[in-house]
């Protein structure tokens, strides 16, 4: 297949900007359109990038000049574009989230599934970039091939988002109900619930305490913290904060055979020479532990920035007509971390626990109801740098 022609939706945003910035180290790539709400944006990046620009990003999609999609505008389009793509038969590439709710996401899924028996080869991917960190990745091999054994306890803290209030002041869409849905939890946390549900799958059970502006002038969440309990009786809290600075990223899982502690750049292993249970059963030793083999673990360094990798990926099983089988995030997977985000904050604002799967209609209608209250005013939008370098 020739080059695959793709379009950008957002084209104006600081995300969209990065993306944009690596396309022309991907051969089979061809960056051919573009679209912004902002027409001073749409021709900055039209000029500079000399593709054709589109006011509209439905009349886009349809003019059958591009074969795919990035779609990286604000949140809540995100599904009407991603539907409007498959109907047309344009293979789909989301920025994160897929959608504000599990019940959108679920809307997507099952369009895309709709979609497929007209186009058997139509494509539809997850920026899920962090899939590609080396660290992350054996991560997952650990817990995929039977090393950890059965899983005990899970616990990541992530509060390295730190964010000023300069940060949340610079677009009047941020941290609002009605512009995103929500805070950390759908803002700066989808990659980590992605990789969480990745690593040892969904909880059946959340509780989790919220707090809205708590460290910002800002109506949605900033901090959280949640207690999961799975159906194996194993259990796991999430922490996450865009208040705390310095900030922490501490993952530990702790499994029948083993444990593994990460900060996001180093990993550590400690194989139990037995199982945990077995030792604690048939021990003669009072204190003490179960013997075990510590491995400091060093992954291969990636050939490619994070984001490169997903679109390389992305373009290469569209161009080589593969299937989703053969993308490293496939899109009908970006619902599983939305549903934990969604429990988490549910429970937290009803102040109950909430189930997984959750009860999407009645997230959905609590969302609706925050929006549809909220007489929340922000400070006035002010310019601030578009520099993405410090937001990991």
């Known amino acids: 297949m020739d080059k695959i022609k793709i379009g950008v939706i957002g084209a104006g945003g600081t995300i969209a900007s990065l ?38 990003a439905s009349a886009m999609i349809a003019s059958g000049e591009v074969d795919a999609i990035l779609i990286a505008c604000p949140h809540y389009d995100h599904p009407r574009y991603a539907m409007e793509a498959f109907d047309a038969g344009v293979h789909v590439l989301c920025e994160k989230p897929i ?19 007209k186009y058997p080869g139509l494509i539809f991917a997850g920026m899920f970039n962090q899939r ?13 091939d039977g090393s950890l054994g059965e899983l005990m306890r899970v616990s990541w803290t992530i509060t390295t988002w730190f964010r000023t209030q300069t940060y949340y002041d610079s677009g009047g869409w941020r941290a609002t109900w009605s512009g995103e849905g929500g805070g950390v939890l759908i803002n700066q946390c989808p990659h980590n619930l992605d990789l969480f549900q990745w690593f040892v799958g969904l909880p059946k059970k959340v509780t989790a305490h919220v707090a809205l502006g708590k460290y910002h002038h800002i109506e949605v969440e900033d901090d959280v913290t949640a207690l999961l309990e799975f ?3 194993a ?17 530990e899982i702790a499994g029948e055979h083993g444990t593994i502690v990460s900060d996001g750049n180093t990993l550590t292993y400690e194989r139990a020479d037995e199982p945990v249970s077995e030792f604690c059963k048939t021990s003669p030793v009072r204190f003490g532990s179960v013997p075990a083999t510590r491995f400091e673990i060093t992954p291969a360094k990636a050939s490619h920035g994070e984001h490169e990798t997903i679109t390389r990926n992305f373009i290469d099983v569209v161009q080589k007509q593969g299937t989703q089988a053969d993308l490293i995030a496939p899109g009908t997977e970006m619902i599983h971390g939305l549903e934990l985000g969604n429990a988490m904050l549910m429970a937290g604002l009803k102040q109950e626990p909430a189930t997984i799967p959750t009860d999407r209609e009645a997230f959905d209608g609590l969302l609706t109801q925050l929006k549809a209250d909220s007489q929340f005013k922000k400070n006035q939008t002010v310019e601030s740098s578009r520099d993405l370098t410090g937001s990991h």
Not at 31 to 41: G, L, R, T
Not at 235 to 251: D, E, H
Request: hydrophobic share 40%; net charge negative; with cysteine.
């Open 235 to 251: 259990v796991g809290t999430f922490v996450t904060s865009t208040g705390q600075s310095p900030g922490i990223n501490r993952l």
């Open 19 to 56: 993306h944009m910035g690596y396309f022309d180290q991907i051969e089979a790539l061809s960056f051919v359109a573009a679209s912004d709400v902002v027409p001073e944006a749409l021709a900055k990046v039209a000029e500079e990038r000399k593709v054709k620009p589109f006011d509209d």
């Open 132 to 144: 590609t960190n080396p660290v992350w990745k054996e991560i997952k091999r650990l817990c995929e």
């Open 99 to 117: 959608a504000v709710t599990a019940l959108a996401a679920q809307e997507v899924n099952d369009a895309y599934a709709k979609a497929q028996a």
């Open 231 to 233: 159906d194996n009786g």
